[in-house]
Nanobody, 126 residues
Framework: QVQLVESGGGLVQTGDSLRLSCTAS????????MGWFRRAPGKEREFVAA????????NSADSVKGRFAISRDNAKNTAYLQMNSLKPEDTAVYYC???????????????????WGEGTQVTVST
């Protein structure tokens, strides 16, 4: 069973930056498409960004394009989400996910990811 642990969340002000990390318990993370999702209070979980196994291809939600960047370091079994120009509407619990079984598609669908972390809270104040 792959365990994913997110870190790097916190309370920041509008316009600040944060970098989230997602570290896996296994050395096979390079075989997985990695994704970041978030769930804001009272809302459904939504896709944020995804990155291919090699890291050469990414996809992100329109709401974060130009502000957030996903990356990975397979040697460290870690994926990252760099978040810049944060807004109050970015407040949410952020989850990382690993997808092993649905090919290399950079899916925006949560059901296509096999393993999930427990999340890290990001709160952006005005």
């Amino acid at each position: 069973q792959v365990q994913l642990v997110e870190s790097g969340g916190g309370l920041v002000q509008t316009g600040d930056s944060l970098r989230l990390s997602c570290t896996a318990s296994v050395r096979t993370l390079s075989r997985a498409v990695m994704g970041w999702f978030r769930r804001a209070p009272g809302k459904e979980r939504e896709f944020v960004a995804a990155i291919s196994r090699s890291g050469d291809s990414t996809n992100s939600a329109d709401s974060v394009k130009g502000r957030f960047a996903i990356s990975r370091d397979n040697a460290k079994n870690t994926a990252y989400l760099q978040m810049n120009s944060l807004k109050p509407e970015d407040t949410a619990v952020y989850y990382c996910a690993a997808g092993y079984t649905h090919g290399g598609t950079l899916s925006q669908t949560a059901a296509q990811y096999d393993n999930w972390g427990e999340g890290t809270q990001v709160t952006v104040s005005t």
